[in-house]
């Protein structure tokens, strides 16, 4: 990871007034939750991500379909916030704690930003720990895991499917404009561990470009965004958060123990 990239990227983000990070599965493939593409491991390497999250797949097989969501959301429950979560949180708290706006807006739908302290996240694609009402829209929280019956319904017998936003359905619009805003608001713009292929959601890095924040990549491959960001950081979330995070803000800590050496 390079070092100079790293001291610019840090010492834009301590400057920032207002800061958006937009992440995808690759910030949680070191909790050991397979990215989407390879989320076929094991039970599911004979099925397509893309066939599987569509509302056409749910209504031609929706016990398999969610037995596949089941699996996921067992395996989120088990999986524990790693330091790239963990430096996210605390970047919101410097952002905030300095009078300027933070947002994080997520393709997850694993929850583990929240479990590591973020605040207020976006949830582009919904979430997995949340099934909702087929007729009613009612969503339920409080389910048991694993499911006892595919697909699971209500008392009343009424299917549930996952809360989340598959290929083809519109994005929750509430999110939807709280993402537009933030990010043709922004100073910096950081994409991290996403293929950015799906849209809208790839999108936004565009958005804050246009508007005239720096952009930043940190992604452990190359992407169709690589090539158009300010700063692309090649490398794992959980190592190259964590230390873009306490570059930009515990500088301050060793500047004021060094004044007191000086
Ligand atoms: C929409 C939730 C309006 C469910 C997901 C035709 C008809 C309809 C729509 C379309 C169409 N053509 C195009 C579209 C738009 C479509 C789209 O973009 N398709 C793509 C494939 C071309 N989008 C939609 O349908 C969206 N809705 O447009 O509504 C509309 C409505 C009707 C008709 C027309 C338009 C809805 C999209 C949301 C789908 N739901 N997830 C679930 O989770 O099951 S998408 C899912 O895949 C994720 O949420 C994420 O958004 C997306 C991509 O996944 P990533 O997060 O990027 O993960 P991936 O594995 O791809 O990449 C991981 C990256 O991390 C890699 O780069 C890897 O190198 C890196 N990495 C790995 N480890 C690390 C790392 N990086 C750092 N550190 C590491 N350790």
Redesign the pocket.
């Known amino acids: 990871m390079d070092q100079n990239t790293i001291d610019e990227i840090s010492s834009a983000l301590r400057d920032a007034r207002s800061v958006v990070v937009i ?5 949680s ?2 909790s050991e939750i397979p ?5 076929m491991e094991g039970l599911w390497k004979s099925f397509d ?2 066939k ?2 569509t509302p056409e797949a749910f209504d031609a097989d929706p016990e398999m379909v969610t037995r596949w ?1 089941d699996f ?1 959301r067992t395996m989120c429950l088990e999986a524990i916030p790693n330091p ?1 979560h963990i430096a996210l949180a605390r970047m919101q708290d410097e952002i905030e704690s300095r009078g300027g706006s933070f947002t994080l807006l997520t ?3 694993d929850r583990l930003h929240q479990r590591a302290g973020s605040r207020d996240v976006v949830e ?3 979430s ?1 720990m949340v099934w909702r009402c087929v007729e009613t829209g009612r969503q339920h929280v409080d389910l048991p895991a694993p499911f006892k019956e595919f697909p699971p319904r209500t008392s009343e017998g009424t299917m549930l499917r ?1 809360d ?8 929750p619009e509430a999110a939807l404009d709280r993402a537009f805003e933030a990010s043709s608001a922004c100073d910096m713009f950081f994409s ?11 999108g936004f890095v565009d958005l804050a470009r246009q508007c005239g924040a720096k952009t930043v990549e ?4 190359e ?1 169709a965004i690589s090539g158009g960001v300010d700063w692309p950081l090649r ?6 958060l964590p230390r873009l995070v306490s570059f930009a803000f515990d500088q301050d800590e060793v500047r004021e123990e060094g004044s007191a050496f000086e």
């Open positions: 992440t995808g599965a690759g910030v493939a070191e990215t989407f593409r390879d989320a991500p893309m599987l999250a969501y996921r790239g393709q997850n739908v582009l694609h919904g997995i996952p989340v936003v598959w290929f083809g359905e519109s994005l991290v561990g996403t293929s950015a292929v799906v849209y809208p959601a790839a940190v992604n452990r491959d992407t490398g794992a979330s959980g190592e190259a």
